[in-house]
């Protein structure tokens, strides 16, 4: 069974730095596309960044130049690396995967279980 396990996250004062990983785990043929959302309360949940197997990125405009999204594709993880944070950064951070497992014969959407990041003094 496919499952994504993230770590990382917590507190971290305005201008701060933090990163979080994700690991996909179990019987996996191909991942296609591996990112990162986050769900502020009273919000909807909104894209922050992702990497396409190729290497292509996406970013949202909120957090351009102050995160980088990048891949492990040997390990299966993809890490966030987040720069000179600020408080409307607090949110809780899904990992999200596009992959196709073993025994299936299309791809499936996957989600970690989240990880709460609070900018706060």
């Known amino acids: 069974q496919v499952q994504l396990v993230e770590s990382g996250g917590g507190l971290v004062q305005p201008g701060g730095s933090l990163s979080l990983s994700c690991a996909a785990s179990?019987?996996?043929?191909?991942?296609?596309?591996m990112g990162w959302y986050r769900q502020a309360p009273g919000k909807q949940r909104e894209l922050v960044a992702r990497?396409?197997?190729?290497?292509?990125?996406n970013y949202a405009d909120s957090v351009k130049g102050r995160f980088i999204v990048f891949r492990d594709n040997a390990k299966n993880t993809v890490m966030l690396q987040m720069y000179s944070l600020k408080p409307e950064d607090t949110a809780v951070y899904y990992c999200?995967?596009?992959?196709?497992?073993?025994?299936?014969?299309?791809?499936?959407?996957?989600w970690g279980q989240g990880t709460q990041v609070t900018v706060s003094s």
């Open positions: 999200n995967a596009l992959l196709w497992p073993h025994g299936s014969d299309h791809y499936f959407e996957y």
């Open positions: 990497i396409i197997s190729g290497g292509d990125t």
């Open positions: 179990g019987s996996i043929i191909e991942i296609k596309i």
